[in-house]
């Protein structure tokens, strides 16, 4: 049976791709998902993607919009997100429609393998760089923190686990590294994961993406090894 669902969408400066990522969004939900929301973490956008989602709520209850006051990053939006969530699972996308909803279409089943779902590109949308940084992240944490796993697009994870067995004061990243560190306390744990395929696509507003900067890499591989560190120490 399918679970219920949180699509928790991360939000900055969006306002040209909302509308078609929100649209798309629901026309799938509602045709395929027999409980669900729309969670809308605006990460301090200056646009007008705030009213965006309101307008979009108005029309449809379902769709909810969470704010920051400032730009805190992905994983402080995901923290937000899972501790506003009311459903069984949540899973993360990107409120630029990189990753169409309908590809949880593909993702859901696999939840007879296991409780956490992971995804990776079968067409590799990313350009080169994003890539690169991919595969290199990838070998630094396992060097670092032992931790090995495939995660490139989003993934299905469970709200208690996260919430309530885990906790999330317990992560500390604010950047993507939010979510590999969710995955690994949950794999220390002794949860399961199974690997999926899906399919990416540029950026709907053919704008490039935000994310592959140097501050941007500098700061995750800060995160790592200050998770690191707390795992020595027993913290973890």
Not at 184 to 198: E, P
Request: glycine share 8%; hydrophobic share 45%; charged share 25%.
């Amino acid at each position: 049976m399918t679970p219920s669902l949180s699509l928790i969408y991360l939000c900055l400066n969006e306002e040209r791709s909302l509308p078609a990522t929100l649209a798309e969004a629901v026309a799938y939900c509602t045709s395929a998902l027999p409980d669900w929301e729309i969670l809308v973490v605006d990460d301090g956008s200056t646009d007008g993607s705030a009213e965006l989602v309101l307008e979009a709520a108005a029309a449809e209850p379902r769709i909810r919009l969470l704010q920051h006051d400032r730009n805190r990053g992905m994983g402080a939006g995901l923290r937000t997100g899972i501790a506003a969530s009311t459903k069984e699972y949540f899973c993360m996308l990107a409120a630029d429609g990189q990753i169409p909803a309908a590809e949880l279409a593909k993702m859901l089943p696999a939840l007879e393998l296991a409780p956490i779902v992971l995804s990776t590109y079968g067409n590799r949308p990313n350009n080169w760089l994003r890539t690169f940084i991919s595969r290199g992240f990838r070998v630094y944490m396992r060097a670092l923190i032992g931790v090995d796993f495939a995660l490139e697009g989003t993934y299905l994870f469970p709200v208690a686990l996260a919430r309530d067995e885990i906790g999330l004061p317990r992560i500390g990243a604010d950047t993507f590294f939010f979510s590999f560190e969710l995955i690994a306390q949950a794999l220390r744990r002794g949860y399961r994961v199974a690997d999926t395929t899906i399919a990416g696509r540029p950026r709907t507003d053919g704008t490039p993406s935000r994310i592959a900067n140097l501050k941007q890499i500098k700061r995750v591989a800060g995160e790592v090894l200050a998770f690191r560190q707390r795992d020595r120490k027993g913290k973890v």
